[in-house]
């Protein structure tokens, strides 16, 4: 069959299957996010009772839930949003039994077993047991996070939403590179824009990146968070990272509402900078006038609420910089930007002044919740999120980029029950949020037309210059303007079946999002000589008041082109069976199947045209009959999500790409550029049939967990679990146009197996011979009661590559024994794995592979009403990457250009300069030449471990009914600890740059916050 019928075939299936849900289901809709209280009911002999009328009352449901035990005597109630329930059991024949306190969180199974005894009905019997904590359906890794504990945790100055992630287990967290003070998040060894992020069940991510950072949203607008970090059942969306869905408030039949203030001026923080090199750095600052407002009521008692939210934010951003940093920027101030024989001086670095990144954002949120009828529930919600913010990093002199992010997103949602036995979901949204660099909006630039880098110095390799260790960079930015959107639909059903060997809950669903869009248009901003960028190196570095030159400058044919065009879709259809075939045991199956289509509507071609098919298989027992010791496993096939920032959309092709694209080199520093390349346009801008290979599909994780939950006296759960994932067929890029040797110490055989006329010609592939794996054990804790909450986790991992190395890697050929790393590893992206010894960032930039982690978190109103809270993590330091060093090229590989058939050169691949240091990948650090800024020898170079502590005290006033006023103090990085995210990028792994082993993203200054909230 080919891939057109194939493709022909499967829509042909979905079509069927979706018509067969629509006719199946009563036009019966569920909602997404909600959970669940079912047990089983017996009397005081343990016999089973059916027919036993269960009702669940709460404030957060418009009516009373109502359910009859079957004929084993269980029962079970769906469909409940966040919030504090109570359980009446009635039979006539016996007293009633009441049960109250429940706290359900979002998307939680609980177990509430049911003893009744002889009596009236009219006779009552109230139980205080222990609200059960553990979720005994799903065997997921599964945290939920109430709203009122995010607001009260003192973990960021920026309170962002996201901020509990720092307090999950297997997330690893730093600074965005900005140093503005949010954070980005990387989920059990994923990358920060892997994550899939749901707002009521619909995606609240741009197309363009999906990463956390870029959601904004109030605190207010949040009742409670589901978070998911494993075992991600079928019925959820493709993604190997994080799945969350924001539960957001209702109303109520009450009016009720809040207002609060975060106010820290800049003076309010401390100063932990690190001096070296004779000369302190800049402490990460915080400067917050944060606004929060929330009201929300009754439009009509019983039928319909309202909810609104507004965040108001006007904050600034010391940014990090260590001695090294500021010595260089200093130095620096006022040099002249030397030309070259056909080009103009280009003016003077800019004075360095200290200066922060700032931000400006609006965050409103609506929302209308409307009781139909008894089974049919609709609901709409508005939220946006804009923000304007300086994106300036520890090197630049001077304001250098503003970034424009955020957009709309609106859904609605049809939520029914269909009889005792069947409910279903019906979701529509649609956002078009981006981030966006544009040019009207860049700071003023002075007299620099272009965008300058200064390196300290260069290495020659392969007839190319690459800059050693970046010292200063500024001038005008290449933008992008980025416009993005998601047309997401929904819809499942979910039926119960009593017999076939126990009871089961099928359910069953389509994912469609048939409209994903990302057009990008990237505006060069070329000086007037058609040079847009310059890498330059200081005259004298001994004398730096003779100013620099350049010895690297890019320019293209155009000024400014359309990159990127695409429409891609996503056609999921699910098919799950919760199996309880006993009482205790509770068995999980799934299947997904996805139709994923990736078009660029530039060149009018696939890049992929794929289906895939995760199959999930999981299990949860119950050791004691009580619900309170639970042992769990999954395993399945999890697929990368379809975003618009990964490798099959932004891979330009192996050729010019779009534009003629013009590099030149100029070594010995007489102003003539003597060394060059280019790289024409394409024909077809990109070639099918070369640049993509034909069976792309889209990467997968093979994980599997084995956990245990307990429930233990005082309103203590523990989940212990092991975590095992390996990432496999990540996007990768292979030369099709090079004539490799057959083994090591052989010479590269020149080009043309495909184009004789073309040096490298990577093919957009899947990694078919490596994959990262990644071991875990986690631990965590948490406790919930009216007055108290805690949050605790521990992850300790290890990590390491199993399989070879890409076949036209030159380490394949140059340094085969090398392969192995039980260090850091590249991250999960794809395509930064076909040249290993190549000076790349990429090689460097390895945040999500960490050691241990350690997090706390508590709340607690204590006596007076007063309030505290504290959080502590603990999260080991950043290893440096893969090291290496340059000790030249060995003529056997052959010479360093290589000639084409048209005349022209190009690169040797083989004939690089670079080697990597030490037996493999994760060994080679030389202890002795390490800086002294704490960094240790441990196989690569390791970082100290960041500890930070965060600390709040506050006092609660009441007034009268139901209304609250409350001061905060606040402070942040209580210790004033003064540890390093991550390593610098361009040279941290290069052992004989200036840059080696140089550290950057300072963890804040300690900072005094005041808070202020009145509750009504």
């Known amino acids: ?38 047990g089983n009911v017996k009397d005081a002999s343990g016999a089973v009772l059916p027919g036993v009328t269960v009702t669940v009352s709460s404030d957060a449901i418009m009516a009373d839930q109502v359910a009859l035990s079957d004929g084993s005597g269980y029962y079970r109630v769906l469909n409940l949003p966040p919030g504090t329930y109570a359980v009446l059991a009635e039979l006539s024949g016996f007293a009633s039994y009441r049960q109250e306190g429940i706290v359900l969180r979002a998307g939680s199974n609980f177990n509430v077993d049911v003893t009744m005894g002889i009596g009236g009905v009219e006779e009552t019997i109230t139980v205080t047991a222990e609200t059960p904590m553990l979720e005994i359906a799903s065997p997921s890794n599964i945290l939920n996070v109430d709203g009122e504990f995010q607001r009260e945790m003192p973990i960021q100055a920026r309170r962002n939403w996201s901020d509990f992630l720092e307090l999950t287990p297997g997330v690893n967290a730093r600074p965005f590179d900005d140093g503005s003070g949010r954070m980005v998040y990387f989920g059990h060894a994923t990358e920060h824009f892997a994550h899939v992020i749901q707002i009521e069940g619909m995606s609240a991510v741009g197309y363009d990146d999906a990463q956390v950072t870029y959601v904004g949203m109030g605190a207010d607008m949040v009742e409670d968070v589901s978070v998911k970090t494993g075992g991600i059942t079928a019925d959820e969306p493709m993604g190997t990272g994080i799945v969350m869905n924001v539960v957001t408030k209702s109303g109520g039949n009450n009016f009720s509402g809040s207002a609060a203030l975060a106010w820290q001026n800049l003076d309010w923080n401390g100063d932990n900078s690190v001096e070296l090199e004779g000369t302190a750095g800049t402490p990460t600052t915080s400067q917050i006038r944060q606004f929060d407002g929330a009201i929300g009521g009754p439009i009509a008692q019983d039928k319909a609420w309202f909810f609104f939210s507004y965040r108001r934010a ?25 030309g070259s024989a056909d080009t103009p001086a280009r003016g003077t670095v800019p004075v360095y002044e200290v200066f922060p990144n700032t931000s400006k954002s609006h965050q409103p949120y609506f929302k209308i919740t409307s009781q139909l009828n008894s089974n049919h529930q609709l609901s709409a919600f508005y939220q946006r999120d804009t923000l304007d913010n300086t994106s300036d990093r520890e090197y630049n002199w001077s304001n250098y980029l503003t970034v424009k992010t955020g957009g709309n997103l609106i859904g609605g949602k049809l939520t029914s029950v269909f009889g005792t036995d069947t409910t279903a979901q019906f979701t529509l949204g649609f956002n078009d949020k981006a981030g966006e660099t544009l040019v009207a909006a860049q700071p003023n630039i002075g007299d620099i037309g ?88 200081p005259i004298d570095s001994t004398n730096l008041a003779l100013g620099t030159r350049p010895f690297e400058r890019v320019r293209r044919d155009v000024s400014s082109v359309q990159t990127r065009g695409a429409a891609d879709r996503d056609i999921g259809l699910y098919f799950t069976d919760s199996w309880k075939p006993t009482q205790r045991l509770t068995l999980n199956l799934g299947v997904r199947l996805d139709l994923v289509t990736r078009h660029d509507t530039l060149d009018d071609f696939d890049r992929m045209n794929t289906a895939v098919v995760g199959p999930r298989v999981g299990f949860s027992y119950m050791l004691t009959e009580d619900a309170r010791n639970i042992l769990r496993g999954s395993w399945g096939l999890i697929h990368e999500q379809v975003n618009g920032r990964d490798n099959v959309t932004s891979y330009t092709g192996s050729g010019g790409g779009r534009t003629d694209l013009i590099r030149e080199w100029d070594e010995d520093g007489d102003g003539i550029f003597e060394l060059s390349d280019f790289d024409p346009r394409s024909s077809t801008r990109i070639d099918p049939s070369i640049d993509f290979d034909p069976d792309l599909t889209q990467p997968y994780v093979n994980e599997a967990i084995i956990g245990y939950r307990t429930q233990l006296p005082g309103q203590l759960a523990i989940d212990t679990a092991i975590v095992s994932r390996r990432y496999t067929k990540n996007y990768a890029l292979t030369d099709t146009n090079g004539m490799y040797p057959s083994g090591p110490g052989q010479p590269f055989g020149g080009f043309g197996l495909i184009d004789p006329n073309r040096g490298i010609i990577n093919q957009q592939t899947n990694n078919a011979w490596s994959k990262l794996n990644y071991t875990a054990l986690e631990i965590t804790a948490t406790k919930q009661t009216q007055r108290f909450s805690f949050m605790a986790g521990i992850n300790r991992q290890w990590q390491h590559f199993s399989g070879d190395w890409n076949p036209t890697d030159p380490a394949r050929f140059i340094q085969p024994e090398t392969f192995d790393s039980d260090r850091a590893l590249y991250m999960p992206r794809g395509n930064n794995e076909h040249n290993t010894l190549r000076a790349s960032t990429a090689l460097s930039y390895n945040p999500t592979w960490r050691r241990y982690s350690i997090r706390f978190g508590t709340t607690y109103r204590a006596p007076k009403d007063i309030t505290l809270a504290f959080s502590f993590t603990s999260n080991a330091g950043p290893w440096s990457g893969a090291l290496l060093d340059n000790p030249g090229n060995d003529p056997i590989y052959g010479p360093e250009r290589v000639p084409l058939d048209n005349g022209t050169t190009q690169e040797n691949p083989l004939a690089t300069v670079y080697r990597l240091v030490g037996e493999n990948r994760g060994s080679g650090c030389p202890s002795t030449d390490l800086p002294a800024n704490g960094v240790s020898c441990d196989g690569q170079a390791r970082a100290p471990a960041i500890n930070t502590l965060g600390l709040k005290v506050g006092k609660i006033f009441s007034f009268g009914d139901n209304q609250e006023f409350e001061i905060g103090a606040n402070i942040f990085n209580l210790l004033n600890s003064s540890d390093h995210h991550q390593f610098t990028y361009g040279g941290a792994n290069r052992v004989w740059s200036s840059n080696y082993a140089q550290l950057r993203s300072l963890q804040a200054a300690r900072g005094f916050q005041l808070t202020l909230l009145f509750r009504f």
Do not use: C
């Open 1 to 38: 069959m080919n891939n057109f019928q194939r493709r022909k075939t499967l829509r042909k299936t979905i079509l069927i299957a979706l018509v067969l849900i629509l006719a199946t289901s009563g036009l019966a809709f569920s909602q997404a996010g909600t959970g669940s209280l079912r």
């Open 314 to 338: 006007d904050l600034a951003a010391g940014i990090s910089r260590t001695g090294v940093n500021t010595t260089r920027l200093d130095r620096y101030s006022g040099i002249a930007l030397g």
């Open 450 to 537: 272009l965008e300058i880098e200064i390196f300290d110095s260069f290495t020659r390799s392969g007839g190319e210059l690459d800059g050693d260790a970046r010292q200063v960079a500024g001038g005008m930015p290449q933008t992008t303007a980025d416009p993005s959107s998601i047309l997401l639909i929904r819809a499942d059903i979910t039926h119960f079946k009593e017999g076939w060997g126990g009871n089961h809950e099928f359910k069953t669903g389509l994912f469609l999002a048939p409209r994903n869009r990302r057009e990008s248009v990237t505006s060069y901003n070329a000086n007037a000589d058609g040079w847009y960028y310059e890498g330059h190196v």
